[in-house]
């Protein structure tokens, strides 16, 4: 009886691994087929500059300018953002100089503002 038990379970787990081996799938998640398009720290992805800085822009833009308590809180536009590109160039909206360009690159990309 023990033995059957055990020769079940062990049917189920080859059978179920090898489902999961076979359509791609890891037991830890994620699929077989997007090599290189997750951004994890250390890795080299397949993602360019241009998209890095565009979201790290996205990101600072969020934090420092959009957030619940910042002056362009749900009034960011495409009216308005060549104003705060101002505002951000001239240093009155205070953001680090290490995020500055990536800020003023997405501004520019997304509410498409001649420089």
Same mark, same amino acid.
């Given at each position: 009886m023990?033995?059957?038990l055990i020769s079940a379970t062990l049917l189920a787990l080859v059978t179920s691994s090898? #489902? #999961?081996?076979a359509s791609g799938t890891s037991p830890r +998640? +994620? &699929?077989g087929d997007?090599? &290189?398009?997750k951004v994890l720290r250390g890795t080299n992805s397949r993602i360019s500059n241009k998209d890095r800085l565009i979201t790290r822009g996205r990101v600072q833009v969020r934090r420092y300018i959009t957030c619940e308590s910042c002056e362009y809180h749900n009034n960011l536009n495409r009216e308005t953002a060549p104003e705060v590109a101002q505002a951000v160039r001239a240093g009155r909206i205070e953001i680090k100089n290490i995020h500055r360009d990536a800020v003023l690159y997405y501004l520019?990309?997304?509410y498409d503002i001649t420089r």
């Open positions: 023990k033995r059957a090898t #489902a #999961a081996f +998640g +994620g &699929g997007n090599w &290189g398009t520019y990309k997304r």
